[in-house]
């Protein structure tokens, strides 16, 4: 059974330092991974996936992801907060393989709420 | 423009009351899927569609029915709330690619609450 598990429910940050938000991940089987950002009173938005290719992942708005196998970690970077990103951030695994009843499936974690401060 | 769109957006309802929220999509996409977000909890997936007349359990479908009749919509059934049904629910769609699974776009969410 697959699962995530993202460190810190809540991360605080000031406008212009780092984004880090941590993502551990565990699958039987290698995975697709993703980081989905959810803004107040709206659905969920992709920012970036993972799909075997590049382990370094570059998404929208100036989020990257480095996928690491031997940590089973897939955090996501910002070089340079700004207060547009405060928002909800959820990793999320899905099994490879396209058939099958698991197919589709997002195993999520329990999100990170990120907070930027002037 | 290519959306989710789910109806309606808040609901308040007593225990007991048959409800349906709908979900529907204008991609063409083959599959469907219902999630409901919790506190601390994530999205946990509900039930979801391959494809019309093809839907089976997530990992969270008690108290929940669905059907998909039309390719565009997928709607869900709460025939009996309970309280603990209280909670953020989204519909989600992607086309089918094997292997590499497609994106998952979302609806705006619609927030239930059961008294």
């Known amino acids: 059974a697959q699962s995530v598990t993202q460190l810190g429910s809540h991360v605080s940050v000031s406008e212009g330092a780092l984004v880090l938000l941590r993502c551990n991940y565990s699958?039987?089987?290698?995975?697709?991974l993703f980081w989905y950002v959810q803004y107040p009173n709206q659905g969920l938005q992709l920012l970036l996936k993972?799909?075997?290719?590049?382990?370094l992942v570059k998404g929208i708005n100036g989020f990257e992801a480095e996928f690491k196998k031997s940590e089973t970690s897939f955090h996501l970077t910002k070089p340079s907060a700004h207060m547009s990103d405060a928002a909800e951030y959820f990793c999320?695994?899905?099994?490879?393989?396209?058939?099958?009843?698991?197919?589709?499936?997002?195993?999520f974690g329990q999100g990170t709420i990120l907070t930027v401060h002037p | 423009e290519a959306q989710v769109t789910q109806n309606p957006r808040y609901l308040i309802t007593v225990t007991g009351k048959k409800l349906t929220v709908t979900c529907s999509q204008n991609?063409?996409?083959?599959?469907m899927s219902w999630y409901r977000q919790d506190p601390g909890l994530g999205l946990r997936q509900i039930y979801y569609?391959?494809?019309?007349?093809?839907?089976d359990k997530g990992d969270v479908p008690e108290g929940y029915k669905v059907s998909r009749k039309e390719k565009r919509n997928f709607p869900l059934i709460l025939e009996s709330p309970s309280p603990n049904q209280t909670s953020l629910y989204f519909c989600?769609?992607?086309?089918?690619?094997?292997?590499?699974?497609?994106?998952?776009?979302f609806g705006p969410g619609t927030r239930l609450t059961v008294t």
């Open positions: 699958s039987s089987v290698p995975p697709y």
């Open positions: 569609s391959m494809n019309v007349e093809v839907t």
């Open positions: 993972y799909t075997s290719a590049a382990t």
């Open positions: 991609m063409n996409h083959e599959y």
């Open positions: 989600a769609s992607s086309l089918i690619g094997t292997p590499t699974p497609y994106e998952q776009y």
């Open positions: 999320a695994v899905s099994e490879v393989g396209g058939g099958g009843t698991s197919y589709g499936k997002l195993t």
